[in-house]
């Protein structure tokens, strides 16, 4: 199947501002048809395209060689947001079949088979392969490769970056998923050395998310 997301910059621009605006047209307003999108996803995603479409722009004009892999770094952590947010908020009802193929996203013949809730937590290891960089490996606890289980879709990681310890959480305010192992999280070298609370949990193929871990915490390197 081909990729959703398209190839060409432009095309890809053009498109992540129409996801962006359809995802805002169907979540606001009096009665909005899409209530389960939390507004701090919708941010995320939004600001996804303001730091995507900054770095862009400078490129539609004579630039050089390092404005162009600035670009090319700045497409690959927006695909990193768009595709968590589409798996987790845009496969399933109330998303109809319909809206997904306003979006240009495919639609399956036929809906996964129903899961139960996953009743454990994922085993979870940060790493820290290079600077600026935190890599989490994850699996279940009677696995003895890393990955996720079959009867999952993958692993949800919430996280913040704080001085001070979360009270719960619903203080982790970022969202990240993974299908496979490890899921890598990209920081700025201002945000080097600063502390990442984060907790974990398992969801299926239908949406239908597990227990959290207990807060976790790592420095970025």
């Given at each position: 199947?081909?990729?959703?997301?398209?190839?060409?910059?432009?095309?890809?621009?053009?498109?992540?501002k129409f996801?962006?605006?359809?995802?805002?047209?169907?979540?606001?307003?009096?009665?909005?048809?899409?209530?389960?999108?939390p507004?701090?996803?919708?941010?995320?995603?939004?600001?996804?395209?303001?730091?995507?479409?900054?770095?862009?722009?400078?490129?539609?004009?004579?630039?050089?060689?390092v404005?162009?892999?600035?670009?090319?770094?700045?497409?690959?952590?927006?695909k990193?947001?768009?595709?968590?947010f589409?798996?987790?908020?845009?496969?399933?009802?109330?998303?109809?079949?319909?809206d997904?193929?306003?979006?240009?996203?495919?639609?399956?013949?036929?809906?996964?088979?129903?899961v139960?809730?996953?009743?454990?937590?994922?085993?979870?290891?940060?790493?820290t392969?290079?600077?600026?960089?935190?890599?989490?490996?994850?699996?279940?606890?009677?696995?003895?490769?890393?990955?996720?289980?079959d009867?999952?879709?993958?692993?949800?990681?919430?996280?913040?970056?704080?001085?001070?310890?979360?009270?719960?959480?619903d203080?982790?305010?970022?969202?990240?998923?993974?299908?496979?192992?490890?899921?890598?999280?990209?920081f700025?070298?201002s945000?080097r050395?600063?502390?990442?609370?984060?907790?974990v949990?398992?969801?299926?193929?239908?949406?239908?998310?597990?227990?959290f871990s207990?807060i976790?915490?790592?420095?970025?390197?």
């Amino acid at each position: 199947m081909a990729d959703y997301v398209p190839a060409n910059d432009g095309a890809f621009n053009n498109w992540f501002k129409f996801l962006n605006q359809y995802v805002a047209a169907k979540c606001t307003g009096q009665s909005p048809e899409w209530t389960h999108i939390p507004e701090a996803a919708r941010t995320v995603l939004t600001d996804a395209y303001a730091a995507w479409y900054t770095v862009y722009s400078v490129t539609l004009s004579p630039h050089t060689p390092v404005d162009t892999e600035a670009k090319n770094d700045a497409k690959k952590a927006a695909k990193a947001v768009i595709r968590p947010f589409v798996n987790q908020y845009l496969r399933f009802p109330p998303v109809t079949d319909e809206d997904r193929t306003a979006l240009g996203i495919p639609n399956h013949d036929t809906m996964p088979t129903p899961v139960p809730k996953p009743k454990d937590i994922p085993e979870v290891e940060a790493q820290t392969p290079k600077p600026r960089v935190l890599s989490f490996r994850f699996r279940r606890d009677t696995m003895k490769r890393w990955g996720k289980p079959d009867d999952v879709h993958g692993m949800e990681l919430v996280w913040v970056i704080s001085d001070t310890p979360p009270e719960e959480t619903d203080d982790l305010i970022h969202s990240s998923f993974a299908t496979k192992s490890p899921l890598v999280l990209d920081f700025k070298e201002s945000e080097r050395g600063r502390k990442v609370y984060y907790a974990v949990r398992w969801e299926t193929g239908t949406v239908k998310k597990g227990d959290f871990s207990d807060i976790l915490q790592v420095f970025v390197p």
